[in-house]
């Protein structure tokens, strides 16, 4: 069956420490793929992406993830977490026209000061 | 500033009431989604549309329905056949690159 798994569902780091949330996904051809972040109470955020090309892709407030089809994995990765890094992370994946996007359960990241 | 809103912000329903979400989005965006969010469970989908005057049901259509009269408008009516409606719903729109950006969110809560 078609899936996005996010394994963690609570993550704990410390202020400056480094950060991997882990995404795999279970799909016939290989997706459109998305990181999302959510504050409390708020709309989704977008902070990367990935369509085609690198597999390494840059997004924005530092993150970086990388793809890798072999693994069918999209792990979002930051070097040095901050405090407002708090939040739930959200993997998604979508098709040409993203009506059938899917979203992982998400990884809720707390930051220890 | 372009983006989408979503009023109320909050929203309580009674038993046995049908309650409006307004979506509103100036990004000149053809396809509009709606969503809905339960603790633990991601986003599930409830209804999209990809043009004005046409909508498809997504995976939990069930006891909701919704319109799509002008391009910049997709709201979403909870009707009394949800049996289950608290949530956190959020509505999102789709670019031309096929990315998702979404609203700040509407929590309803059924008294």
């Known amino acids: 069956a078609q899936s996005v798994t996010q394994p963690d569902i609570h993550i704990t780091v410390s202020e400056g420490a480094s950060l991997e949330l882990r995404c795999n996904y279970s799909y016939g051809a290989t997706p459109y793929l998305f990181w999302y972040v959510q504050s409390p109470g708020q709309g989704l955020q977008l902070l990367l992406k990935?369509?085609?090309?690198?597999?390494l892709v840059q997004g924005i407030k530092g993150f970086e993830a990388e793809f890798k089809r072999s693994q069918s994995s999209f792990n979002l990765r930051k070097p040095s977490v901050h405090w407002s890094d708090a939040a739930e992370y959200f993997c998604?994946?979508?098709?040409?026209?993203?009506?059938?996007?899917?979203f992982g359960a998400g990884t809720r990241l707390t930051v220890k000061p | 500033d372009g983006g989408i809103t979503q009023s109320p912000k909050y929203l309580f329903r009674k038993e046995g009431q049908n309650v409006t979400l307004s979506c509103e989005q100036n990004l000149n965006h053809d396809a509009m989604y709606w969503y809905r969010q339960d603790p633990g469970q991601g986003l599930r989908l409830i209804y999209y549309s990809q043009i004005v005057n046409d909508f498809q049901k997504g995976d939990i259509a069930e006891g909701y329905s919704v319109s799509r009269e002008k391009k910049e408008s997709f709201p979403l009516t909870v009707t009394s056949a949800q049996k289950n409606p608290t949530a956190f719903y959020l509505c999102a729109s789709n670019d031309r690159a096929d990315t998702q950006y979404f609203g700040p969110g509407t929590r309803l809560t059924v008294l």
């Open positions: 998604a994946v979508g098709f040409y026209n993203n009506n059938d996007m899917r």
């Open positions: 990935y369509f085609s090309g690198d597999t």
